[in-house]
């Protein structure tokens, strides 16, 4: 565990290193909020509420959204599929630890220098510019809690699949990009998936995608209530353990695959 | 100059190894459609639930689009240069660059060509096409004429600010979060600026003006007479934006410290 | 106009480098402030090379010899100092100036990866705008003597490290380039592709005076091609001259070892030589010992002829300081005498 836990350490520190990234993250961060809470306040255009969500609701929702983002957010599919074509994954199988859990530790720590030096900095800033409703239930932050870190699984699962196809297709840029604009669309990150029509939403209930974004932004709005917030979180959790079971067939097909090519 | 015809020789042998990789451009610009699509979804849902934004109808939004998915296009196709840094500073392929007889922004530019962006000119037209047909725009002689202006002004203004992103990696090769933020930011010129803020509307314009990308240029051909005057400024914000990049450019070649430093 | 190729005046490149502070806290601290060092790469070095030679170019890892050469080949600007390479600014007129050079990295391809050897010689062809005429007359001749014909239409990943250093080398020279740098280009090759490498260089020098300047870490190399070194320490010239000079005033005389067919006291051997020109020393057992003598054919004639007179022998070895020992002398010791 101690070296999972460095894994952790190291990519955070690697992070520190990357100064300008630093500085110019949080402004970039919230310029994005703002033109989103622009859009957002012409589009409700004096309504009271669009499917339940007031406009400050709204305006919260998106901000927490693309902060929840940087949190959650990582490119360990790109890194993985690098790995694989320079060669380099063969040399990482017979380090002594498991592959994936390594690159889902980098992730992490990643994760959590975002959280610490984005979102909780961008998160102030934007609440003393745009009038954002944050609830001061300690359950409800509890909840949040849980559900982002659900969110970052799920995520990164999602990640490890797309980096680990690259060793069945020959280049997978192409996947990677798709991968990210559905992602992008039916996390909810843009849009709540409240909005979309009816049939759309019976068809993304089917995919693990608006349990990334729309689950943690809608308790933390409090446009979840009561059991819907157990019930979102639930499915989250079911949702992290069924990813397990492609991602445990993937990893030993591409095993035996590398043994074929030699990496 | 023999630029042309060094240009020429790249394509072809761009298109030779794309053809060997027929199922990559497949995929790619597949996933082109689908970034595309996603916006149209985006704008779709959204006028589900509202009539007007700000004063535009849905098909006005709709039409901004398509035409912004064309200069957007044109500058995927020559200035891929999203991963420069990593690629040409940090991996130190400048320095292979530096070394033969051509401006070396015009071989990176070579280098990294991705033609089957083009793809995006054929999607914007169409959605564009579309979009003018619901509103009953009609087309005169010369709006041919100035839609080309006014895509080429687009595109050097999107170039510009990418190319002078860019440069920053001469002075710092520390990986910056800046390159893809800015696509982010690049796609606020979809939306009409007068949804913004004063200070928004002014960055949009004045500082990153990605309003010349879209709204400004296509509001033209909407007729809205009170936008003439930014949309005639397209062709000029393109070219003194594409020519102050230029100009960091040259300086910060200067200042490259070469790999391994 | 002077008629030098190369023509260096205290040519200097700094770099400022920021250190990071150790540990966590020293990265916060890092956030807000930063140490800066600066690091002289080059230090005011100055040289002069003439049309035709050609030069090694010597140093340990971190001496500032690619910094030199990425100045030299205008890569780099430098921070003070003068270039005139063939008369021309190298950083101020680039694109004219490289087109008079060739340059081989040998860590890094200068041929696309995904696309036949023989494509990107022909868009190399293009970007230096090489005539027909003179591709087919130079280059016929480049391809026959790396014998690369083979190879032509195989794309460059597919090659293996010799065939694509060989092929490296012909893309270098597609221009006929008067001045040729060439960095590391034997680095990781095996004997037969080093020793094709180091004929076609020569034969290269023969035909076109072409200069060429040559960096690596393998001497055997730059005692196969090079008349004259260059030696560099810190960013600074510490041998600029002949190669056979260094090994005279640096190789610490010759050794001669003999293999007696029965054991010897220093006695019985001081009894035939005397103890002015030479000192026995004991080696592997008793029935061998090597004398020391300076690098002087008499001296050394006269020793063997002695020494074979009294004594009978099995065997005879004459060990000369080889150059690598010989740098590594000068660099242990850090400075240059005589």
Excluded at chain 1, 198 to 217: E, N, T
């Amino acid at each position: 565990m101690g070296k999972y836990i460095e894994m952790i350490r190291i990519r955070f520190l690697m992070m520190l290193a990357y100064r300008t990234n630093y500085y110019s993250g949080i402004i970039i961060y919230s310029i994005n909020i703002a033109a989103y809470y622009f859009l957002w306040s012409a589009i409700y255009g004096g309504k009271e509420d669009i499917e339940g969500l007031s406009v400050i609701q709204m305006t919260t929702y998106i901000a927490v959204a693309w902060m929840a983002r940087a949190f959650y957010f990582n490119n360990i599919d790109r890194e993985i599929a690098l790995e694989i074509k320079e060669g380099k994954v063969a040399v990482e199988l017979i380090r002594p630890y498991h592959y994936l859990s390594m690159k889902t530790m980098q992730a992490l720590g990643e994760g959590i220098f975002r959280l610490l030096f984005f979102s909780v900095p961008g998160m102030v800033i934007v609440s003393l510019i745009f009038p954002l409703k944050i609830s001061a239930d300690p359950a409800t932050w509890g909840f949040f809690a849980i559900s982002i870190v659900f969110s970052f699984m799920i995520n990164t699962q999602i990640n490890l699949m797309t980096g680990i196809l690259t060793f069945f297709l020959f280049n997978n840029d192409g996947l990677i990009r798709a991968k990210r604009v559905v992602i992008d669309l039916f996390s909810g990150l843009l849009l709540p998936i409240s909005f979309y029509p009816l049939w759309a939403q019976s068809i993304m209930g089917y995919f693990p995608f608006q349990y990334i974004s729309y689950v943690p932004s809608m308790i933390f709005t409090g446009g979840f209530a009561g059991s819907e917030v157990w019930n979102a979180i639930m499915m989250q959790f079911l949702w992290v353990a069924i990813l397990f079971i492609p991602i445990q067939i993937l990893w030993v097909l591409a095993k035996k695959q590398m043994v074929i090519q030699g990496g | 100059m023999s630029y042309v015809s060094i240009f020429m020789q790249y394509v072809g042998q761009y298109m030779k190894t794309r053809l060997t990789y027929r199922t990559d451009m497949i995929v790619e610009i597949f996933s082109d459609l689908l970034f595309q699509a996603v916006n149209l979804v985006f704008i779709l849902v959204v006028f589900g639930h509202t009539k007007l934004l700000s004063g535009w109808t849905k098909d006005e939004i709709i039409f901004i689009y398509g035409f912004f998915l064309i200069p957007f296009a044109v500058f995927s196709t020559f200035f891929n240069i999203w991963d420069f840094n990593e690629r040409y500073i940090v991996k130190g392929e400048l320095d292979r660059i530096l070394t033969r007889p051509i401006h070396s922004l015009f071989q990176v530019i070579l280098e990294r060509l991705e033609l089957e962006s083009m793809f995006g000119v054929i999607t914007g037209l169409v959605v564009m096409v579309y979009a003018g047909q619901n509103l009953g725009l009609t087309i005169e002689w010369y709006d041919p004429v100035l839609f080309l202006l006014f895509v080429l002004g687009g595109s050097l203004v999107y170039a510009g600010i990418f190319i002078s992103i860019a440069t920053i990696s001469f002075w710092s090769d520390s990986r910056t979060a800046i390159m893809p933020m800015m696509y982010n930011i690049g796609n606020f010129g979809r939306y009409p600026v007068n949804i913004y803020n004063q200070i928004i509307r002014f960055v949009l314009t004045w500082i990153l003006p990605f309003a010349f990308v879209g709204v400004c240029p296509a509001a033209f051909f909407l007729g809205k007479t009170d936008w003439y005057l930014y949309a005639f400024l397209t062709p000029v914000m393109g070219i003194a934006f594409f020519i102050f990049s230029i100009i960091l450019w040259n300086i910060g070649v200067t200042k490259y410290r070469g790999a391994g430093n | 106009m002077s008629n030098l190729m190369i023509d260096v005046d205290n040519l200097t490149k700094e770099f400022k480098s920021h250190s990071s502070r150790s540990g966590l806290k020293g990265a916060f601290r890092d956030l807000l402030t930063r140490n800066y060092t600066v690091h002289q790469a080059v230090d005011s070095i100055s040289l002069k090379i003439k049309p035709g030679e050609m030069v090694g170019y010597i140093g340990e890892n971190g001496a500032g010899k690619s910094t030199t050469i990425k100045m030299l080949t205008g890569i780099l600007t430098p921070t003070a100092g003068n270039v005139r390479i063939n008369g021309m600014n190298p950083h101020k007129e680039r694109e004219r100036f490289v087109k008079t050079i060739g340059v081989v990295f040998g860590q890094r391809s200068q041929l696309w990866w995904d696309i036949a050897v023989q494509e990107s010689f022909r868009l190399l062809k293009k970007v230096y705008n090489v005539s027909d005429e003179d591709y087919k007359s130079h280059m016929g001749l480049v391809i026959e003597a790396l014998d690369i014909a083979p190879l032509l239409d195989k794309p460059v990943r597919k090659l293996s490290l010799g065939q694509r250093m060989r092929c490296e080398l012909a893309a270098a020279l597609i221009h006929n380039p008067p001045l040729l740098f060439l960095d590391e280009p034997t680095i990781g090759l095996d004997v037969l592709v080093k020793l094709k490498i180091r004929e076609f260089l020569k034969e290269l020098n023969d035909r076109y005076q072409t200069t060429v300047v040559l960096t690596t870490h393998d001497l055997t190399d730059i005692e196969a091609l090079c008349e004259r070194v260059i030696m560099l320490d810190e960013g600074k010239i510490i041998y600029d001259g002949a190669l056979s000079q260094l090994k005279t005033s640096w190789g610490e005389g010759k050794q001669i070892q003999f293999h007696f067919t029965s054991p010897k006291t220093r006695e019985e051997l001081l009894e035939t030589t005397g103890s002015e020109l030479v000192v026995w020393e004991p080696s592997e057992n008793a029935n061998s010992w090597t004398a020391n003598v300076t690098n002087d054919e008499e001296v050394i004639s006269v020793l063997i002829k002695d020494v074979v007179a009294d004594h009978k022998i099995l065997d005879l070895k004459l060990l000369e300081t080889s150059t690598e020992e010989i740098i590594r002398n000068i660099y242990e010791e850090g400075v240059i005498h005589g």
